[in-house]
């Protein structure tokens, strides 16, 4: 049973900094992506990042340049450390594990959301 766990929202005033986590536990066999989503009140939920076994990353269109994720593959840990903030940021953090065979998602699993608000 796969479960993540994440850390590290809160407010903070534009242009300040946030660092989130999200550690899994459970094995996962196949190949599998980390990554953060987020969903803002009225929103869709919208990619942020994502990062592959093998380090490769994909970054949202506005959060390139601001936002860094990092993983930690001996914890199983995924980092998003988040600069420059702005109250367009503002919005519930959802870690994701995603598990592909091929191209195929084969399962999907999501953290509970940790909120974060950009404010003065």
């Known amino acids: 049973q796969v479960q993540l766990a994440e850390s590290g929202g809160g407010l903070v005033q534009p242009g300040g900094s946030l660092r989130l986590s999200c550690a899994k536990s459970?094995?996962?066999?196949?190949?599998?992506?980390m990554g953060w989503y987020r969903q803002a009140p009225g929103k869709e939920r919208e990619l942020v990042t994502i990062?592959?076994?093998?380090?490769?990353?994909v970054y949202g269109d506005s959060v390139k340049g601001r936002f860094t994720i990092s993983r930690d593959n001996a914890k199983d840990t995924v980092y998003l450390q988040m600069n420059s903030l702005r109250p367009e940021d503002t919005a519930v953090y959802f870690c994701?594990?995603?598990?592909?065979?091929?191209?195929?998602?084969?399962?999907?699993?999501w953290g509970q959301g940790t909120q974060v608000t950009v404010s003065s």
């Open positions: 459970g094995s996962i066999f196949d190949r599998y992506t």
């Open positions: 994701n594990v995603r598990v592909w065979r091929g191209a195929q998602i084969i399962d999907d699993y």
């Open positions: 990062i592959s076994n093998d380090g490769r990353i």
